[in-house]
């Protein structure tokens, strides 16, 4: 847990703790107020309703609520991890086309004459997705190192609570360009359905979730689970249980990274070689168990129509607009762009390495030249 990451736990835990103890307060006056003051009204309960309505908000934003809804009931850490292992990575492409109609709407006023109002609607018309097309894909997470030290209650029942990022990379400059091919061929079969276009990407890994409760003991701790968190939240007592769930749990972060290849199979040991040092593994004390078996790696999948590298780098932008991008990495959050109109031009996109969120694009066609298939 990284320092950033470490303050912002702090102050969640000063403020559900504050809280806590306002709840307390407003209880307490309001149970006084209502047995010894013969004249309270509704008043002397508004605090507490308040602040219970907000205690119950709070705990369903807080981490713990993330974790023990993602609990891997029946998975101990090496078939959790093991499945995310061996589970391929996708990325996928969705469109969205859409126009705006302006609508009227009639209605009376306050003296009863007939009014009009009107407003622009988006109306959505056509959506798809359509997953980027690889032919293998390894999992190089590397090792992941269990802290199984200072446990506080009793090991056999130890549970980690366990962040997952998840991420994608492109094995080769190859796969980058055939990457954009296929993105810039979805969009231009798709972009002329409507006047509007949204496009957006995104990685998916089937199973994943950021925030996972996982066992890592000799079996279940049946003490934990979400029902005993919503029974503690009714009794106002719930920031007494997580503490109670932390007493048996262990934090720490990890990353799971795929890789992917349209020209080349990685499961050939010679192309793989400069990779073999981020095999997955999971090392608890001194065990080490290795995710390296080839029937759970995929079959390799033809992707058809590849045109050669030299006809990709050598194609000519056509028109008088034409715009070319080269990107290194897109880390975070992803890339937004928004056009309103492209005359003329194409736009062509290389990226090497392509992290977390995706992009997000939303562009006006209803002045662009049809481009033809």
């Known amino acids: 847990m990284g320092k950033a990451d470490g303050t912002e736990f702090t102050c969640g835990k000063c403020w559900s703790w504050t809280l806590q103890i306002l709840v307390w307060g407003s209880l307490v006056w309001a149970i006084i107020g209502g047995i010894f003051v013969s004249s309270a009204g509704v008043g002397v309960y508004l605090p507490f309703t308040i602040l219970y309505v907000i205690y119950w908000i709070n705990m369903f934003c807080s981490q713990t609520c993330s974790y023990l809804s993602h609990k891997?009931?029946?998975n101990n850490i090496y078939g959790y991890m093991g499945q995310l292992f061996y589970t391929p990575a996708f990325v996928d492409f969705h469109i969205s086309c859409?126009?705006?109609e302006t609508r009227s709407h009639h209605y009376k006023?306050?003296?009863?004459?007939?009014?009009?109002?009107?407003?622009?609607?988006?109306v959505h018309t056509y959506s798809e997705t359509q997953s980027f097309k690889y032919m293998t894909w390894r999992d190089v997470s590397g090792a992941f190192n269990l802290n199984t030290?200072?446990?506080?209650r009793d090991p056999k029942l130890a549970m980690v609570k366990l962040r997952i990022h998840f991420d994608i990379e492109f094995a080769n400059d190859g796969t980058v360009n055939d990457f954009e091919a296929q993105k810039n061929y979805f969009i231009s079969r798709n972009r002329f359905r409507d006047t509007h276009y949204d496009f957006t990407q995104s990685n998916?890994?089937?199973?994943?979730?950021?925030?996972?409760?996982?066992n890592i003991g000799e079996q279940a701790n049946p003490s934990i689970g979400m029902c005993w968190l919503l029974l503690a939240t009714f009794l106002t007592v719930s920031e007494f249980y997580k503490n109670f769930v932390d007493s048996y749990c262990i934090r720490q972060d990890f990353k799971i990274l795929?890789?992917?290849?349209t020209r080349q199979n990685l499961n050939l040991q010679e192309v793989f070689q400069p990779y073999i040092a981020r095999v997955p593994q999971i090392i608890v004390m001194q065990t080490t168990i290795t995710f390296n078996d080839p029937s759970k790696l995929g079959a390799v999948t033809v992707v058809p129509d590849l045109p050669d590298l030299d006809e990709i780098n050598n194609t000519p932008t056509q028109g008088s607009g034409g715009m070319t991008t080269s990107n290194d990495a897109m880390?975070?959050?992803g890339m937004t762009s928004s056009t309103n109109a492209m005359q003329g031009g194409g736009m062509t996109s290389s990226t090497n390495a392509m992290q977390g969120g995706g992009m997000t694009m939303s562009i006006d066609a209803s002045n662009?030249?049809?481009i033809q298939k």
Request: charged residues 30%.
């Open 72 to 74: 891997k009931d029946g």
């Open 98 to 100: 859409y126009h705006y």
């Open 149 to 152: 030290s200072g446990f506080a």
């Open 109 to 122: 006023d306050s003296e009863g004459r007939d009014q009009w109002r009107t407003e622009q609607v988006k």
């Open 204 to 214: 998916r890994l089937d199973g994943y979730s950021e925030f996972n409760l996982v």
């Open 331 to 333: 880390q975070g959050g």
């Open 258 to 261: 795929k890789i992917v290849s």
């Open 368 to 370: 662009q030249p049809f």
